[in-house]
């Protein structure tokens, strides 16, 4: 007769791991067994996990994390191959193997080389720093392209004795770049993968996958560089083959993300996607249609946080800025210069950035676009836009005042749609600059 099986008193999990179940034992102890999912196989599992992947996970990180770094992986992996040549290029250019080279030579080359990364890597801190946190899906993709040009040019420059010095300087200052804008959005991407505080576990267990990629990339270099060393035909065919592969892993890897916060691209896309259809759409469908490569040479159309002398020149103008305006920002339009500045009230939190960003952008969309796509609101911005063409005023103050009755219309609809379905309305990524004003002192007249 079989004996039945003791009754689970309570049971307990670690993270997404297998329950423990809890049964009476003999002399009223508390006995712990585990469900059978395979004893070696659970266990090699869970040691894996817990040396590559992070805590709890999948549920510490977000949705995207296992897409992305597996795709991280795969780029990671081809690039450490094209260094390894590229590295071997670089040995050969300055005398590795050549008897006739010269020490100080080599060692000049390597200074200079080294020097004009560090210059390149303050400067472009400072000129673009700003912008790596709110596109740095873009910047990251920036960053490996940047990255796969800096070996090439590279694996060049020994056939150029010549100016073997100026090329391997031009490439350490792109690989200098490559390393501030790397490993900025790095930062940013895993702040958006962590989930539970925990940036600190999940950027050290990236770190050890990408050890082990590079160790297994190391090895695979150390069986190819051999063959490729004395072929110039085959280094080629290695590079743009592992080359293909980076850049393809690459835009998998940024694709699969799915950024909550608003930035300006995603922020453009919900608002004509609103006007379209009268819904917000979702963070996935957003961030599949936002662009790929940061804009590197534009000028910056929206200015968030100008100062007030950059919105209004004249009393006129302050006046004109404030009427029917009573939220926590000024707008100003400057039409030749195709630009839009808006200064934020002092105390404005990140849902007066967001709508004022909106306000913006629907001022962009009334003065270039053709409205006739949109069916929210399309008379009256039809009208507006027709009211706008015929001014003269290249401030166009009569418009800035009429959307804003037009915003209070839109505003709580939109907003509404932005937090049901997923977006982060505590924080934007919106690239604001830190002035802040006060109006409002006095009453006009």
């Not at 004996?3 to 049971?11: D, E, G, I």
């Not at 391997?168 to 958006?192: D, M, P, Y």
């Not at 839109?410 to 049901?420: A, E, F, I, Q, Y």
Request: aromatic share 8%; with cysteine.
């Amino acid at each position: 007769m079989a004996v039945p099986a003791a009754p689970t008193l309570c049971s307990e999990r670690f993270g997404s791991g297998p329950p423990r179940l809890y049964v009476g034992a003999a002399g009223g102890r508390l006995v712990g067994q585990h469900e059978d999912t395979g004893r070696m196989s659970s266990s090699l599992s869970s040691t894996l996990s817990s040396v590559f992947l992070p805590q709890g996970f999948p549920d510490s990180v977000s949705t995207d994390y296992l897409p992305y770094q597996l795709w991280d992986t795969v780029q990671a992996f081809a690039s450490t191959i094209t260094g390894a040549l590229a590295t071997q290029a670089v040995l050969k250019g300055v005398g590795v193997g050549d008897g006739s080279a010269s020490v100080a030579a080599a060692s000049l080359t390597w200074m200079l080389k080294d020097g004009t990364g560090m210059i390149g890597r303050i400067l472009f801190a400072w000129m673009k720093g700003t912008h790596l946190d709110r596109d740095a899906k873009q910047w990251r993709l920036f960053a490996d392209l940047l990255n796969d040009i800096a070996i090439f040019i590279e694996i060049l420059a020994p056939f150029f004795p010549a100016v073997f010095t100026l090329v391997v300087c031009v490439s350490c200052i792109f690989k200098a770049v490559v390393g501030v804008s790397g490993g900025a959005t790095r930062a940013a991407l895993t702040s958006h993968q962590a989930r539970r505080d925990n940036m600190a576990d999940v950027s050290a267990k990236d770190g050890s996958q990408e050890t082990l990629v590079n160790l297994a990339g190391l090895c695979t270099g150390l069986l190819l560089t051999p063959c490729a060393a004395d072929s110039t035909l085959l280094t080629y065919l290695l590079f743009f083959l592992f080359t293909s592969l980076h850049i393809y892993a690459n835009v998998r890897a940024v694709r699969s993300v799915v950024m909550e916060t608003v930035n300006r691209g995603r922020l453009r896309i919900l608002l004509e996607d609103f006007l379209r259809e009268g819904a917000v759409s979702s963070p996935p469908s957003v961030n599949a249609r936002e662009p790929l490569l940061p804009v590197l040479w534009e000028r910056e159309r929206l200015i968030l946080g100008a100062p007030l002398h950059r919105v209004v020149g004249s009393t006129y103008e302050l006046k004109k800025a404030t009427e029917n305006n009573t939220k926590n920002y000024l707008l100003g339009v400057h039409k030749k210069k195709g630009e839009v500045c808006v200064s934020l009230r002092e105390g404005s939190g990140s849902l007066d950035v967001l709508q004022a960003a909106f306000h913006a952008e629907l001022l962009f969309l009334i003065l270039n676009r053709d409205l006739s796509e949109f069916a929210v609101e399309h008379r009256k911005l039809t009208d507006l836009q027709r009211n706008a063409r015929a001014e003269m005023d290249d401030r166009h103050w009569r418009l800035v005042s009429d959307t804003h009755s037009v915003m209070d219309v839109l505003w709580t609809p939109l907003l509404r749609g932005v937090s049901s379905n997923g977006w982060d309305t505590r924080r934007e990524q919106l690239g604001k600059e830190e002035w802040r004003g006060r109006w409002g002192l006095v009453k006009w007249e």
